[in-house]
T-cell receptor, first 115, second 111 residues
Framework: ETGVTQTPRHLVMGMTNKKSLKCEQH?????MYWYKQSAKKPLELMFV???????ENNSVPSRFSPECPNSSHLFLHLHTLQPEDSALYLC??????????????FGPGTRLTVT | GQQVMQIPQYQHVQEGEDFTTYCNSS?????IQWYKQRPGGHPVFLIQ?????EVKKQKRLTFQFGEAKKNSSLHITATQTTDVGTYFC???????????FGTGTRLTIIP
């Protein structure tokens, strides 16, 4: 499946580093999402973008900064992270921002480890 | 806020046995979706249920939406090793289409 791609697939970073996660969708969808998946926790929605406009921010700490330059690309900029931010970060897209109506297509995720 | 719980959290079954996971919402849902995540993989959409009491089948998988639209279930008949993974339900509310994922049920198969 290559509908939604994410890079890098694995990332190890120190607490003082700055890094970015990239997501690209090739499905012509209008909505894109960032999720955090930690062990023993449900998927946590972080940000929602609809046609490049942020429509939801779920009380995410400012050390996570999203960017959506166009409807096909989504970035998550990371800086001064904490060890508890280590998790699988999943990008997803759907046809429309009405999440409950359309299924979401997930990328393979970036496994982030903060040391 | 809306909460979606799933039980059981883990299920180990002998290959060939049946498996069921239950999803319960604290609020009435407008619809519910089910996803499967293989070990080391990402969630993949399986199905969406919209109508009260709706039942849908996909080969050995049967999905049901409760009459009150507050619960749902996924039943797998005669499990196979390819069924291994974590099954998530995800629901949304009327007027607020935010999708809330359940806690997931991890299924392992004993060959």
């Amino acid at each position: 499946e290559t509908g939604v791609t994410q890079t890098p697939r694995h990332l190890v970073m120190g607490m003082t580093n700055k890094k970015s996660l990239k997501c690209e969708q090739h499905l012509g969808h209008n909505a894109m999402y960032w999720y955090k998946q930690s062990a023993k926790k449900p998927l946590e929605l972080m940000f929602v973008y609809s046609l490049e406009e942020r429509v939801e921010n779920n009380s995410v700490p400012s050390r996570f900064s999203p960017e959506c330059p166009n409807s096909s690309h989504l970035f998550l900029h990371l800086h001064t992270l904490q060890p508890e931010d280590s998790a699988l970060y999943l990008c997803a897209s759907s046809q429309d921002v009405r999440q409950g109506t359309y299924e979401q297509y997930f990328g393979p995720g970036t496994r982030l480890t903060v040391t | 806020g809306q909460q979606v719980m799933q039980i059981p959290q883990y299920q180990h079954v002998q290959e060939g046995e049946d498996f069921t996971t239950y999803c319960n919402s604290s609020t009435t849902l407008s619809n519910i979706q089910w996803y499967k995540q293989r070990p080391g993989g990402h969630p993949v959409f399986l199905i969406q249920l919209v109508k009260s009491g709706e039942v849908k089948k996909q080969k050995r998988l049967t999905f049901q939406f409760g009459e009150a639209k507050k619960n749902s279930s996924l039943h797998i008949t005669a499990t196979q090793t390819t069924d291994v993974g974590t099954y998530f339900c995800a629901g949304s509310n009327f007027g607020n289409e935010k999708l809330t994922f359940g806690t997931g049920t991890r299924l392992t198969i004993i060959p």
